[in-house]
């Protein structure tokens, strides 16, 4: 069964730009949350969808957004991006709201500058 | 607001036990989990504890005490493929039914030495 899917793996971005991030969760997964990793804050929470909702948000700028689709793929959106957005942005799939196991996918590295 | 310690880095020879120690002091808790990351690579599963005690799976145990707020992963037989970092995650309801989040502490980087 494929894994949790996101793309690109390796994005390049000028500050003030915006970009957007895509997360396909495994099959039947309805549960997509997105994370961002930094070495000095390791694993912060961004948001997690569920049927096409956002449930939970984390304490972000509202510069961050996120989309569920009818099919579970989400994309996540960074507006107006900062030399601080460099990051790791992982994103995790699970059956349910639950998260009673949630598979990570390989992570979209984002570089600003 | 939730708070989740772990050691930073720790050091082990090959074919030795590891003990790396989780504590936290969350918003409510519902469920303590492991997870594993090599470097440049997605963490991975590998333990989760709802109740108090010790769940075992191969090399891997993981141990929990609610009332102390206090988690173990103990590591057997250690493998040179097991130097990686490794998260403690708390999940703690959200405001909403049936409504969850992982919080997660910096991780512990473990190097498995000769």
């Known amino acids: 069964k494929a894994g949790v899917t996101q793309t690109p793996r390796y994005l390049i971005k000028t500050r003030g730009q915006q970009v957007t991030l895509s997360c396909s969760p495994i099959?039947?997964?309805?549960?997509v949350s997105w994370y961002q990793q930094t070495p000095g804050q390791g694993l912060q929470f961004l948001f997690e969808y569920f049927s096409e909702t956002q449930r939970n948000k984390g304490n972000f700028p509202g510069r961050f957004s996120g989309r569920q689709f009818s099919n579970s793929r989400s994309e996540m959106n960074v507006s107006t991006l900062e030399l601080g957005d460099s990051a790791l942005y992982l994103c995790?799939?699970?059956?349910?709201?639950?998260?009673?196991?949630?598979?990570f996918g390989q992570g979209t590295r984002l570089t600003v500058v | 607001g939730q708070n989740i310690d772990q050691p930073t880095e720790m050091t082990a020879t090959e074919g030795a036990i590891v003990q790396i120690n989780c504590t936290y002091q969350?918003?409510?808790?519902?469920?303590l989990f492991w997870y594993q990351q090599h470097a440049g690579e997605a963490p991975t599963f590998l333990s989760y504890n709802v109740l108090d005690g010790l769940e075992e799976k191969g090399r891997f145990s993981s141990f929990l005490s609610r009332s102390k707020g206090y988690s173990y992963l103990l590591l057997k037989e250690l493998q040179m493929k097991d130097s990686a970092s490794y998260l403690c995650?708390?999940?703690?309801?959200?405001?909403?039914?049936?409504?969850?989040?992982?919080?997660f502490g910096k991780g512990t980087k473990l190097s498995v030495i000769p």
């Open positions: 995790a799939s699970s059956l349910d709201q639950g998260l009673t196991e949630a598979f």
């Open positions: 995650a708390v999940r703690v309801p959200y405001s909403g039914a049936g409504s969850y989040q992982l919080t």
């Open positions: 969350t918003s409510g808790f519902n469920g």
């Open positions: 099959s039947g997964h309805r549960s």
